[in-house]
């Protein structure tokens, strides 16, 4: 069976990629949790859902834009290591072929429903192949959707992945090298992301593969850009913001994706000022926002916040 054949919805319908208009803005996954996840969970297969995930692993490995996306996530993280202080280099590690990358984590939001979405299970499948081409630890990849299923949680515990319970608006600290793996998310997770790792010190620990920031800069009114996402406003300039390729018939899974990293050398250009006391970000101005804010999960659980 071919990748292209499994392109089918799990009703067993051939699934067709979408085609949007020349210059139309794609909106960014919404982090919701679906109307009908109940039901789902009910109905999910975990055996057969972490089979499907494997083939579609399969079928990747063997696309032909797979080995540039390898290529590129080695650069990135070769370009992190170099940027770690003598101190935290191991002198002796050996070779890209070997464990160069060490002591790397992963961190993947807002994926999605994959147990029926058939884009975000091609996007996980890329993030087991990420994890595998960059030697990462499966049980090193901490992952949160408040859209998933209890039984979705449990098949990526089955893959070997760490599932996160706190929903932490994007707001994580790298305090060693980590890949983050943000897939057509909202603006306000890249930019909570970016204010928590607001320093000369985190950024350059970063990698980040998911929307590029000058596609979301061009897709932006440029005031409503700069008054509500002002991080990424400032990083889009010492970014390097390398777009990852795409074939046609994937253009709703991967478009648009690029590996974005933070070289040292570009944020000291910077004013010494824009590093102090970052302000976080509040969002008083966003109506639609694009993520589900903690307050919001936990209201409407009828819960209270710790």
């Known amino acids: 069976m071919t990748g292209e054949s499994r392109l ?57 834009f797979w080995p540039q996306w390898k290529k590129q996530l080695l650069v990135a993280l070769g370009s992190v290591e170099l940027s770690k202080s003598p101190v ?5 590690a050996p070779t890209e072929d070997g464990q160069l990358f060490q002591n790397l984590d992963c961190v993947c939001y807002g994926l999605g429903s994959f147990s029926s979405c058939v884009s975000a299970r091609f996007q996980l499948a890329m993030l087991l192949l990420l994890l595998d081409a960059g030697q990462i630890p499966l049980k090193d990849c901490f992952i949160y959707d408040p859209a998933f299923s209890s039984g979705e949680r ?3 515990m089955q893959l070997g992945l760490t599932v996160l319970t706190d929903n932490e608006e994007g707001k994580r ?28 010190q985190s950024l350059p620990l970063m990698i980040i593969i998911g929307n590029s920031f000058n596609g979301i800069l061009e897709r932006t009114i440029e005031r409503e850009f700069k008054r509500d996402y002002i991080y990424i406003t400032q990083a889009v300039s ?22 974005i990293t933070f070289p040292t050398s570009s944020l000291n250009r910077l004013p010494q000022s824009t590093w102090v006391e970052p302000p976080e970000p509040q969002y008083q101005h966003c109506p639609d926002l694009e993520i589900i804010q903690r307050e919001t999960q936990e209201r409407d659980r009828g819960g209270t916040i710790n």
């Open 238 to 259: 010492v970014c390097e913001d390398r777009l990852l390729p795409c074939p046609s018939r994937l253009i709703d899974v991967f478009s648009d994706t690029a590996v």
């Open 88 to 92: 935290d280099r191991d002198p002796e």
């Open 173 to 200: 600290l790298a305090t060693k090298p980590t890949l983050f793996y943000l897939m057509h998310c909202g603006k306000a997770l890249y930019n909570n992301l970016l204010w928590k790792n607001w320093s000369t």
């Open 154 to 156: 449990e098949v990526l």
């Open 8 to 64: 089918m919805s799990d009703t067993g319908e051939e699934w067709q990629v979408a085609r949007r208009r020349k210059g139309a803005a794609r909106k960014s996954k919404p982090l919701q949790v679906s109307s009908n996840s109940t039901c789902c969970e009910d109905q999910l297969d975990i055996a057969k859902t972490v089979k499907r995930i494997r083939e579609t692993v399969s079928d990747l490995r063997c696309e032909e």
